[in-house]
T-cell receptor, first 109, second 113 residues
Framework: DAKTTQPNSMESNEEEPVHLPCNHSTISGTDYIHWYRQLPSQGPEYVIHGLTSNVNNRMASLAIAEDRKSSTLILHRATLRDAAVYYCIPLGTGNMLTFGGGTRLMVKP | EPEVTQTPSHQVTQMGQEVILRCVPISNHLYFYWYRQILGQKVEFLVSFYNNEISEKSEIFDDQFSVERPDGSNFTLKIRSTKLEDSAMYFC???????????FGDGTRLSIL
């Protein structure tokens, strides 16, 4: 499995953009980059995933570096509900998600 | 939006008893998973299931555990003889295809007494 490095925690103000970085320098060429989050006392929630190109959905945007060794999850306007632990997980043809420490995002009103 | 549903939300069982945790994955999904999270710890993979058979399992998923998809909608996790250390949140997940995201249920809190 590719090793990932994420900041332990980040802080944001409500309604401001948040950029959550992830380094995955050992990612293999066929691994997708998945992002999940876990809100307090809830199960993991799928956020977004991509392979090479930047991706957008209703929740977030994913910017993937050209060399694929890092990616950034972008929340365009953070809300209090976005306070959660965010996990960056490279995932290949194997099935299992391996959750690391993630980044705890705190959103201030 | 379709979602994964799990029942019960909380299960309390005596040590040594059998327990079955139930999940209804999203209807057109083909891959099914169980994960668990012991209080204060990381989410851990248990097993994946595709085409009516286990495709991967972790070291945690020993002979005491089994999974079944008895009909076209349910996906169950059975623990034959529960131990105190099986106390955890158990999450079911499903996904449509191997290159899509996994969608999780809200979990079942299993408490072993």
């Amino acid at each position: 499995d590719a090793k990932t490095t994420q900041p332990n925690s980040m802080e944001s103000n409500e309604e401001e953009p948040v950029h959550l970085p992830c380094n995955h320098s050992t990612i293999s060429g066929t691994d997708y980059i998945h992002w999940y989050r876990q809100l307090p006392s809830q199960g993991p929630e799928y956020v977004i995933h991509g392979l090479t190109s930047n991706v957008n959905n209703r929740m977030a945007s994913l910017a993937i570096a050209e060399d694929r060794k890092s990616s950034t999850l972008i929340l365009h306007r953070a809300t209090l509900r976005d306070a959660a632990v965010y996990y960056c997980i490279p995932l290949g043809t194997g099935n299992m998600l391996t959750f690391g420490g993630g980044t705890r995002l705190m959103v201030k009103p | 939006e379709p979602e994964v549903t799990q029942t019960p939300s909380h299960q309390v069982t005596q040590m040594g008893q059998e327990v079955i945790l139930r999940c209804v994955p999203i209807s057109n999904h083909l891959y099914f998973y169980w994960y668990r999270q012991i209080l204060g710890q990381k989410v851990e993979f248990l097993v994946s299931f595709y085409n009516n058979e286990i495709s991967e399992k972790s070291e945690i998923f020993d002979d005491q555990f089994s999974v079944e998809r008895p009909d076209g909608s349910n996906f169950t996790l059975k623990i034959r003889s529960t131990k105190l250390e099986d106390s955890a949140m158990y999450f079911c997940a499903s996904r449509m295809a191997w290159d899509r995201g996994q969608h999780f249920g809200d979990g079942t809190r299993l408490s072993i007494l």
